[in-house]
């Protein structure tokens, strides 16, 4: 069972799920902490849920870290998982994570099934949410507020750590989502356009705060 068949598999239940919803947004590849990790698919409406695949091809070395970067962004996340990887991947990462297990009864054909329903994230950062916009979103956020005098030339992180001291969670996560669905040059187009570019992901696990910090990503 290949990355590639569990991806296939899991953009057409999400396409089916959401196919009459225009607010919806499915993202392929969606970068985090500043452009510096990235998740499989994310689903932007109204709230933004992550989905991270592990196929039969894949191990669990990067979960531990992974499970502790998503858990601060989404507002929930699902793990979908090879039925082989099922018992130990579930044990490293929290309760209120969903599970789907995939099966593959016939080459290149998977089937996803549900095992733990994706419970709404006890501790989502505001930090690292706002860090999910770009440079020129950050500003256009603060301005709407009369927040931007003195931070105009800021940099892209200093623009989110003001956000994240000055408005509340709530404000934050829905004016985020509204961004990221405006956008129009995502580096991933998202489900509906198709795309198969690949992008290459090396998280190491002792590093992903440093990167995030840099902002480089994000300063757009």
Known sequence: MRDFDVRKALRRDLDEQHRDDAR????EEMGIWAGSVRVDIAVINGELSGYEIKSARDT???????????SQVFDRVTLVVAEHHAEKAAKLVPSWWGTLVATSP????VFLRQT???FENPAVDPLQVARLLWRQE???MLERRD????????????LC???AAELPLDVIRLEVREALKA????SRKSVNDKSEMAIGVDLDPLRPSASAHAGTACDR
């Open 116 to 118: 733990r329903p994706a």
């Open 161 to 163: 750590r003001r956000l």
């Open 24 to 27: 919806t947004r499915i993202v």
């Open 60 to 70: 669990l070395a990067r979960l531990p870290a992974q499970q502790t970067l998503y």
């Open 147 to 158: 927040l931007a005098k003195g931070y105009r030339s800021a940099p892209v992180d200093k």
């Open 138 to 140: 950050a500003l256009a």
């Open 183 to 186: 956008r129009t040059n995502w």
């Open 106 to 109: 016939r080459e290149h054909e």
